[in-house]
C-alpha cells in the first residue's frame, strides 16, 4: 500500500483534492491500515478521542489498532497514563496524562469562553478563581460526582445553581480528571471527579501560547486552515499565530485556491490510496475537527450523521467517506448491531461492511455470533 509522498516547503504550489485530502487526515488518524502502536503513543498521535460516552473512544481504537482489547485503554487509565477529563471543544475527551497536563493551559481561553456561551447568566459574576479554590478544597478530602460536587457548593454560594456550580468548576475553572472505573468501558455516566494534580502528582506545565496546539492539529489531521483548527481546539486568532508560524510550514491549496498549512515531513498519501472499511463510534474526532467537513463526509449525509441535540452518530467509512450510521441494541436474544448504509452502496462493499460489522460485534460483546443486520438506506 503506498504511503505517498513528503512535500517540502518548497512545494507550496501542490493543490489538493478532496480525495487528497481524505487519504490524508485517515493516514494520520490511524484509519488506513491497523496500526501496532500502543494506546498511549496512539493517543499521542491522535492527541485526544472525543469521551462523552464512555465506550466511544474504545470503540474508536479498536477500528484504529491492530489486536486492541477493552484492558488496553483501562489498564493506562488504572495506571493514571490516559485520562478521562474536559479538553478540546469543552467536551469529554480521552487523552494521555502528559498531554493533558500540556494542553490545558493553552486551551483554558477556549473552556472558558464555551462555559460562558453554555452557562449565559448563570455564570454571571461568578470568580472562578475563587470557585476553583473552593472546590479544590472539597475535592482533597475525597472524590465527588458531579451532582453531589454542586449541593456541596452551595454551602458558598448559596444563591447559585448548584448544577452550574459544578459544571463551571470541573469543566472549566479547576483541572480535574473523572477517576477510573468512571470513564471506562461500560460504566455509563456516573464518575467520581478529582484535581489532575492529585490524581497525576503534577500540575499543568504547558503553555499559554497556541503554536503546540497547531502543530499537534496539524500532525493529527492536517493540511488545515485556520477554522479547522478553532473548530477542533475552540480557540480564536489562529489566522494570526499561523501567519507567525509561516516559515516553519508548508503552504498547500485546495481545489478552492484555500491556502491549507501542514508540517513538512508529515505524510501526503495519494488520494488513489485504498481506504478499508472502517466503523467509528458516536462523536469521533474524525468528523469535528475540521471547518470543512466535505473531506470525510459529503454535505448530503450530514443531517442523517449530525443530529438534533448536537448528537453525532455512529458512522461507516467506505473508501473512506462517511457512507452509513450504525447504532447496537439489546434485545432477548442477545445484542444486535444494525448498520443502515446510505444509498448507492454496491453489493460486494455491503459485504465488507457486514464483515466489519461483524467482528465490531464481537469485540463489544465478547462473544462471537451476535446478528448485524444490513440496512440499504434511499
Request: aromatic fraction near 6%; charge should be neutral.
Amino acid at each position: 500500500m503506498a504511503h505517498g509522498r513528503k512535500w517540502g516547503k518548497a512545494m507550496s504550489d501542490r493543490v489538493m483534492s478532496i480525495r487528497d485530502l481524505n487519504r490524508a487526515v485517515l493516514e494520520r488518524q490511524l484509519l488506513l491500515r491497523r496500526d501496532e502502536r500502543s494506546v498511549t503513543e496512539a493517543l499521542g498521535r491522535l492527541v485526544a478521542l472525543q469521551a462523552q460516552v464512555p465506550n466511544a473512544p474504545y470503540v474508536g481504537l479498536w477500528s484504529r489498532l491492530d489486536g486492541f482489547g477493552k484492558a488496553d485503554l483501562t489498564g493506562p487509565m488504572e495506571r493514571r497514563e490516559v485520562v478521562r477529563a474536559t479538553l478540546l471543544r469543552a467536551t469529554l475527551q480521552v487523552m494521555t496524562a502528559e498531554d493533558y497536563l500540556r494542553l490545558r493551559t493553552s486551551l483554558r481561553p477556549a473552556l472558558v469562553k464555551a462555559m460562558r456561551g453554555f452557562m449565559g447568566r448563570r455564570a454571571e459574576g461568578l470568580d472562578l478563581d475563587e470557585l476553583a479554590f473552593e472546590a479544590r478544597e472539597l475535592l482533597d478530602r475525597r472524590p465527588y460526582a458531579l451532582g453531589e460536587l454542586g449541593e456541596a457548593l452551595l454551602t458558598s454560594y448559596p444563591e447559585r445553581d448548584a448544577p452550574a456550580l459544578a459544571y463551571i468548576a470541573l469543566r472549566c475553572a479547576l483541572p480535574a480528571v473523572q477517576r477510573p472505573p468512571g470513564g471506562s468501558w461500560g460504566s455509563g455516566s456516573s464518575a467520581a471527579y478529582v484535581t489532575a494534580d492529585a490524581w497525576l502528582g503534577a500540575g499543568g506545565h504547558g503553555t499559554e501560547e497556541p503554536e503546540e496546539l497547531v502543530r499537534r492539529h496539524l500532525a493529527a489531521f492536517g493540511p488545515a486552515h485556520a477554522k479547522d483548527i478553532q473548530v477542533w481546539s475552540g480557540l480564536t486568532g489562529l489566522a494570526a499565530v499561523l501567519k507567525r508560524m509561516r516559515g516553519e510550514l508548508t503552504v498547500l491549496r485546495d481545489e478552492n485556491g484555500t491556502e491549507l498549512f501542514d508540517l513538512p515531513d508529515a505524510p501526503l498519501p495519494d488520494g488513489d490510496t485504498p481506504a478499508p472499511v472502517r466503523l467509528l463510534p458516536e462523536y469521533d474526532n474524525l468528523l469535528l475537527s475540521h471547518h470543512d467537513r466535505t473531506r470525510v463526509i459529503p454535505d448530503e449525509h450530514r443531517p442523517r450523521v449530525f443530529r438534533p441535540g448536537g448528537r453525532v452518530l455512529p458512522t461507516v467509512l467506505l473508501d473512506g467517506f462517511v457512507a452509513g450510521t450504525w447504532k447496537t441494541e439489546r434485545q432477548r436474544s442477545g445484542t444486535r448491531l444494525t448498520v443502515t448504509l446510505f444509498a448507492g452502496v454496491p453489493r460486494r462493499d455491503q459485504d465488507a461492511v457486514a464483515g466489519e460489522a461483524a467482528r465490531l460485534l464481537e469485540f463489544i460483546t465478547g462473544e462471537p455470533g451476535h446478528p448485524v443486520e444490513l440496512v440499504t438506506g434511499s
